[in-house]
């Protein structure tokens, strides 16, 4: 009964390539993330979506795309992947209210 | 913005040793404080929380306590074993006009070596 989940958990790529990272989570939460962590372990926001409606979008190159077909999903799409966007990405929830917001076990991309 | 300082790291403990890593924030509100823990290979973990001044969040026998007025929310453990060995993060949420949409801001993260 994973409570939020990501898929895949690893994703080896070419440059230039076009991919997806898909994450659900099953606790009822109306609120979606998706944070960036780099080769140094640091985290920041991307996007944050609640109920299916984009909320946060930081400086994120607009070959990201975040898509919320309902409360419980939140996908990205990224477009013609670069050698930079190597990282480990982090899907979490939470309730508006929350505040805690709870994390997936990562996908980890890997860009040649 | 808000932003959130940790000790730097890495820090090396034997076994049974007292743990302490140090956290400030700076806000423009009152943030609700967090430390997460990433094991090697998983994702962040909450570990334990406060959301306002003078509280204490604890789990697992670590524990941290909101302070306002040095604008520091350090995380303790009395007694450490070799499964703490993990990175621990530091962050703070603000709530953005009385929604709690607000953006986790994260410290750098400490990574926290315990020997046998």
């Known amino acids: 009964d994973t409570a939020v989940s990501q898929t895949p958990k690893y994703l080896v790529t070419q440059m230039g390539n076009d991919k997806s990272i898909k994450c659900e989570q099953n606790l009822g939460h109306d609120t979606m993330y998706w944070y960036k962590q780099d080769s140094k372990k640091f985290l920041k926001i991307m996007f944050s979506?609640?109920?299916?409606?984009?909320?946060i979008n930081e400086t994120v190159p607009n070959r990201f795309s975040p898509k919320s077909p309902d409360k419980a999903h939140l996908n990205l799409h990224i477009n013609s992947l670069e050698l930079g966007d190597s990282a480990v990405y982090f899907c979490a929830s939470s309730l508006v209210g929350g505040p805690a917001q709870y994390f997936g076990p990562g996908t980890r991309l890997t860009v040649l | 913005g808000d932003s959130v300082t940790q000790m730097e790291g890495p820090v090396t403990l034997s076994e049974e040793a007292f743990l302490t890593i140090n956290c400030t924030y700076t806000a423009t509100g009152y943030p609700s404080l967090f430390w997460y823990v990433q094991y090697p290979g998983e994702g962040l973990q909450l570990l334990l929380k406060a959301t306002k001044a003078d509280d204490k969040g604890s789990n697992k026998g670590f524990e941290a306590t909101y302070r306002k007025e040095t604008t520091s929310f350090h995380l303790e453990k009395g007694s450490v074993q070799v499964s703490d060995s993990a990175v621990y993060f530091c962050a703070s949420v603000t709530n953005a006009g009385g929604t709690s949409y607000g953006k986790l801001t994260f410290g750098q993260g400490t990574i926290l070596t315990v020997h046998p």
């Open positions: 979506y609640n109920n299916k409606e984009l909320i």
